[in-house]
């Protein structure tokens, strides 16, 4: 990828295709490189070393082939955003931070978060809403993760997962769900009927480019530690054909 100026988006596969999607619309003549860490995924299983370790690895490849920033379109990823920017010398966006201050605009009142079970595990965003005067409770989904990644959202098996995971959100209504994983979007139909009248509040990030050359077309190219043919499989919501990295 030599001489060519690049954000990278960052996740453990598929979701956050859905952050992209936002920021090529936002910044249409950015470069982007997307990375799908898919032989590592799911990270919110993970402990929190094993997460961090992969995630350190895969900015610092990042870093090493031309990267001038890093988008984690990942929340248990975002989770190491401030130990990742004291180790590498570029901008480093995380989507915490920015979707509790979106979701605190929002919604006052009463917040569900759904997450992977390691970003439940941190307190993560807990903490932030609280920061910002905005009570919240979690629900750690990680077992819904693998239906999005996998392209298996219409079948029995993931309905069945959902209702599981969320039934106990339609007997106490919140005013607003953050689908606090970037896979979660992808699931929103199959969750509507759980989440009823909430306001679905999606990962954003406050990423700005280094280098927005308007008279540029933005490129953007796929990349994935897993095998290309089943995430573009998986990817095709967001027409995007990937190509196989060793990392
Ligand atoms: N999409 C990721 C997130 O936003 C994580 C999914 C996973 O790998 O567990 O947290």
Redesign the pocket.
Known sequence: MSGFSFAAVV???V??LTVLRQLRRQYPHCNFVYFA?SAH??????SDAEIFSRVSTVVDWLVQNGANSVVL??????VFADRLRSMFPLPIYD?VTPTCRLAARLAQGDVAVL?????VRSGIYVRHLAALGVASRQYAC?AL?PFA?HNAVRTDECRHAVRLALAELQHSPPDAVIL?????PLLLNVMRPYIGHAQAVQ?VTDFVPVQHDTAAKGKCLYLTSGDPVSVTASAQFARAKFVHVDV
Do not use: K
């Open positions: 996740d453990s596969g979701g956050g860490d995924c799911p990270y919110g299983t993970q379109a990942c929340n248990t990823a975002s989507v997450a992977t079970d390691a970003t990680s993760v990644e606090g994983c970037t896979h979660f990962c």
